[in-house]
């Protein structure tokens, strides 16, 4: 894998890496001592994906979000999903109205550039699917309108993987359409010290700045896609991985291809996170158990002896062959 960039592909990874760094810099001023979280939040929005954080309650789910959308000054929606929610609470209404003699679109919350759904799995089914058109299209439909969402568009995801009770699971059409799935987690005893500090007087979220303008976050993304190199070993690797999901003794159903789209953006954007113009087998292992866990299910029986969807990617890591350097001629 060859890794000498141009003078012109440098500077535009180093201009990349320098806006990215600001954003993950600002946001652990609130999310502290996350920083490899924070770069698979960054990761997702730099892909255009979607992220679902998946926790206990009280470890910076909502904070995450908040800090993430005023660092790149980006409009920011929370949706609190109850079951009595309804799918026009999420995208909207058309309205009659009797000046014009016309329908007016009401846009509702999902039309902002990142959206928060809180606690996505204690709305019904019906609502829940109406935030699919949105996450995959990037437009959402309203009696028979079409309306493109506004560009950034990331979608944060939030549930308490420890209540089940009155909540609907999401079901693996939506889970498919989150580019990742991460956890906080609980702090170290530092870091949890450092936030009583932080937190003496007032949330640190209350005077965080703008670090980043929007052109420059949709710059960044193009940069990302234009500049960053993804070697034929590297897709051979990721195709083989993601291929292992599907043939593994343990697994009912394994990730589609949309599994391999995300480890491709996901790797372009690490790459790019830490200066390099230039995708890793490293990358692709960094990403592949946030990236594929949420997209497998284990077979029922084997979930009896404690084997998880995160288990049988650590598993397929140590079985398929990382691609060897090619010799530059």
């Given at each position: ?6 003078e ?5 990874i ?13 946001i ?10 924070i770069?698979?939040a960054l ?45 026009s ?14 329908f007016?679109?009401r ?8 959206v ?54 999401l079901?693996?059409?939506?889970l ?5 799935r ?25 005077t ?22 993804v070697?034929?070993l590297?897709?051979e ?28 953006r ?17 990358d692709?292992k ?14 029922p029986?084997?979930r ?12 397929i890591l140590?079985?398929?062959?990382v ?7």
């Open positions: 894998m060859d890794g000498t960039m141009s012109e592909q440098a500077a535009a180093a201009e990349a890496r320098d806006i990215a760094q600001r954003i993950a810099d600002n652990a001023r609130v999310i502290i001592g996350k920083s490899a979280e770069e698979l990761i997702a929005l730099v892909c255009q994906g979607h992220l679902l954080i998946e926790d206990i309650p009280g470890v910076g789910k909502t904070s995450l979000a908040k800090a993430l959308a005023r660092s790149v000054g980006c409009t920011f929606r929370r949706i609190q999903f109850t079951p009595d929610l309804l799918p609470d999420v995208t909207g209404v058309s309205i009659y109205n009797q000046r014009t003699q016309a007016e679109f846009p509702g919350p999902i039309m902002a550039q990142i928060l759904s809180d606690e996505i799995n204690r709305a019904t089914p019906k609502t829940q699917s109406a935030l699919l058109e949105a996450m995959e299209e990037r437009q959402i439909t309203v009696d028979g309108v079409t309306h493109p969402v506004p560009l950034p568009h990331l979608v944060m995801a939030t549930q308490n993987p420890i209540e089940y009770e009155g909540t609907f699971p079901p693996e059409a939506q498919d359409r989150f580019m990742m991460l956890t906080l987690g609980y702090p170290s005893r530092n870091d949890e010290l450092a936030i009583l500090d932080s937190q003496r007087l007032r949330h640190p979220i209350e965080l700045e703008q670090v980043v303008e929007v052109d420059e976050l949709r710059k960044l993304q193009r940069i990302v896609r234009e500049h960053v190199r070697d034929p590297v897709r690797y990721i195709v083989a991985m993601v291929a292992a999901t599907r043939q593994h003794d343990d697994v009912y159903l394994g990730a589609s291809p949309r599994g391999s789209l995300a480890l491709f996901g790797g372009q954007a690490r790459a790019a996170l830490h200066g390099r113009g230039y995708v890793l087998p490293d692709v960094g990403l592949a158990e946030p990236v594929l866990a949420h997209r497998i299910i284990v077979r029986e084997v009896l002896k404690s084997v998880t969807a995160s288990s049988v990617v650590r598993d140590q079985t398929v062959p691609p060897g350097a090619r010799v530059r001629a």
